[in-house]
């Protein structure tokens, strides 16, 4: 596959280098069955560490605006960004005391957040990925088995669908970088295929629509 040139800026660069390696490995993997020599650190250590960025992205993107309280409920609690409500008195004294302790500074070590924005870049490619993936002609469609095409692979359409999206990538690459092998007919894997394509050519500047 192409070799991605420095933009001059690291962080892009850096997400086209994640891109770019995960590609060539699950191409590696849909082709041969095998994954190549390394494939597995390269999963653990740049390509999950990106979906966990876009996962925090997430949680700092949600708005109420964007989903009726039922999801945005589930969503909260699926997204770590929240407790259960208290199952009686004394777990909740236990939660207002702990979030008193937290305001004052007391009740152990404090830590910064780090900075949302690597996280809501890692967001707003993959949106942009997960939307652009439809729309790809035959030509631009990299999937080594099958039908070329990713036609059939439907934009997510609310909140709790990308968030769906976004767990399938974390939890397929962990199957893959444990050693379960999947089908080259596996709808899954080549929606997590998919992505990879599309996004590193995005970031490469090199993807027709037409």
């Known amino acids: 596959m192409d070799r991605l040139a420095s933009s001059g800026f690291s962080d ?4 086209g280098a994640v891109f770019r390696r995960t590609l060539e490995l699950l191409h590696a993997l849909a082709a041969t069955g095998d994954l190549p020599d390394g494939a597995s650190d390269v999963l653990a250590t740049e390509t999950l560490p990106h979906i966990e ?24 609690l699926l997204g770590g960004l929240g407790l259960p409500e208290p199952r009686d ?3 909740a004294r236990a939660a207002l005391i702990e979030a008193m302790q937290a305001r004052a500074g007391a009740g152990g070590e404090r830590t910064l957040a780090g900075s949302p924005g690597r996280g809501l870049a890692a967001l707003a490619h993959a949106r942009l990925v997960f939307a652009l993936m439809p729309s790809t002609p035959g030509p631009s469609v990299r999937y080594p088995t099958g039908r070329r095409t990713y036609a059939d692979i439907a934009a997510p359409r ?53």
């Open 89 to 91: 008195t004394a777990e």
């Open 12 to 15: 892009f660069d850096r997400l």
């Open 158 to 210: 609310s909140p709790a669908e990308l968030v769906g999206r976004i767990e399938e990538l974390e939890r397929r690459l962990w199957n893959v970088a444990s050693g379960r092998v999947p089908s080259p007919s596996d709808a899954g894997y080549r929606r997590v295929y998919g992505f990879f394509d599309i996004g590193e050519r995005l970031v490469r500047g090199d993807l027709r629509l037409s």
């Open 53 to 76: 960025d876009m996962e925090a992205g997430f949680r700092a993107r949600l708005r109420a605006t964007e989903s009726n309280v039922e999801e945005l409920r589930a969503l909260v």
